[in-house]
């Protein structure tokens, strides 16, 4: 008994000094801390405006992060060859990302900009809105280098930093801007705000890396395509099996189940974004040790360990207090998502470790799973498409598709682990 005892203790002491729990730790606390003001941001808004309004603000910030798959994908590239590269490179592959993003970004804010007017007509929203999507992804193209590079070289703590920073401009712009009568269009002005001087702060912590005109050597660009075309199309995935559906019931549902179903999807995204850290933390760490030729097999299940924990926690939650969890964040007029929010919080969870395990395979540079991923990302779509005709069934459809998802994850894990004979 004592030995067991004594082991425990060992267990303990050896798993708060794992770089991945104290790592985790950092942004767990520190990106849950901006989840925390995101909410706080969701609960005073979606009261102020109400169902409506609050739906046609969920929208464009939905289509926000759908577009930004543009990026995201950049994000997590750059990730990859940053916690991989040489100290002496930095400095060049920094500069190389920056002129790549400096002119996608522009390209794409011109895009959306001239489909400004479609989008409106398409989510039943002013075209004074959409018109600023177009320039506010252009900040968050190059605001994802740059925090992309502080995540890469294990930054963690400025990480969280830009992202409070952020929330908190975000808020106070837009919560002025509401009060002062501007609506929907007065806090998408704040995610503009927001966003450019977050882009200043993740600047100002990446001064030390001195870009001269003698770092423009950074050689691995085929390299870089290669690799992102996958991961392109992983982003475009993830972002869709989120996404997706609030647009939808946007599109086919009239503006107050609309917005019952955004504030269902903000309390459900909680277990996702809680959990999300960790992948964030594992896939720089397994990226490294498997370009220093070390092992990595216990930072994935330790990962694995955590996700669970974190989505248990957050889906018990809603399971035994559903109408409490809405109405402290929304308010009675929502009360309406109790009865789905735990189907929901199901979804999330399961996606959750589909994610996980998809960012573990990423980090190898492993692409071949990005097709299942794809694949059941269009399932859930067309699923939508075919069954819409209560908010159950959406949900329905969504579980469906990410269980789907995991299984098949699951398999091919299993499957690779074989050929491998195991992980490294």
């Avoid at 995540?151 to 963690?156: D, K, P, S």
Wanted: hydrophobic fraction near 55%; aromatic fraction near 16%.
């Amino acid at each position: 008994m004592k030995n067991k005892i004594l082991s425990s203790k060992n267990f303990a002491k050896n798993l708060i000094k794992h770089p991945l729990f104290s790592g985790s730790l950092v942004m767990i606390l520190g990106s849950n801390f901006t989840n925390f003001l995101a909410y706080i941001y969701h609960l005073v808004v979606g009261r102020i405006l109400g169902p409506s309004a609050y739906g046609e603000l969920t929208s464009v910030i939905t289509l926000l992060a759908m577009f930004s798959v543009t990026f995201s994908f950049l994000g997590m590239v750059i990730v990859k060859f940053v916690s991989s590269g040489e100290k002496e490179q930095l400095g060049s592959i920094l500069s190389w990302f920056k002129r790549i993003s400096l002119i996608f970004g522009s390209l794409i804010c011109v895009i959306l900009i001239f489909l400004s007017l479609p989008l409106a007509n398409f989510l039943h929203i002013g075209g004074n809105i959409t018109i600023l999507i177009g320039p506010i992804l252009f900040i968050f193209f190059l605001g994802f280098v740059y925090k992309s590079f502080l995540q890469g070289v294990l930054r963690f703590g400025r990480v969280v930093m830009v992202g409070n920073f952020e929330f908190v401009i975000r808020f106070g712009i837009g919560l002025l801007l509401i009060f002062l009568g501007f609506s929907v269009f007065g806090a998408v002005v704040g995610i503009l705000g927001g966003s450019i001087l977050s882009l200043l702060l993740s600047i100002y912590f990446l001064r030390d890396l001195k870009i001269t005109k003698n770092n423009y050597k950074f050689g691995a660009g085929l390299k870089v395509v290669k690799y992102s075309i996958p991961v392109l199309l992983a982003s475009l995935a993830s972002n869709s099996f989120f996404s997706s559906d609030v647009l939808l019931v946007k599109h086919y549902f009239n503006p107050h189940e609309a917005g019952i179903y955004a504030s269902l999807s903000t309390l459900g995204k909680i277990i996702f974004y809680g959990a999300a850290p960790v992948s964030a933390v594992m896939f720089p760490m397994i990226s490294r040790r498997q370009a220093e030729g070390k092992g990595f097999k216990k930072i994935f299940y330790l990962s694995l360990l955590l996700t669970i924990l974190i989505s248990l926690g957050v889906l018990f939650v809603y399971l035994i207090f559903p109408e409490i969890a809405v109405s402290v964040l929304f308010g009675s007029k929502y009360l309406e998502a109790a009865q789905y929010i735990f189907w929901y919080g199901l979804f999330m969870a399961v996606y959750a470790l589909a994610s996980l395990i998809i960012s573990f395979h990423l980090s190898l540079g492993n692409t071949k799973i990005v097709f299942v991923f794809l694949f059941f990302a269009l399932f859930q779509v067309l699923g939508i498409l075919i069954y819409h005709g209560s908010t159950f069934a959406v949900i329905k459809v969504s579980i469906v598709s990410v269980t789907l998802l995991l299984v098949s994850l699951l398999l091919f894990f299993r499957n690779e682990k074989n050929k491998a004979g195991s992980l490294s």
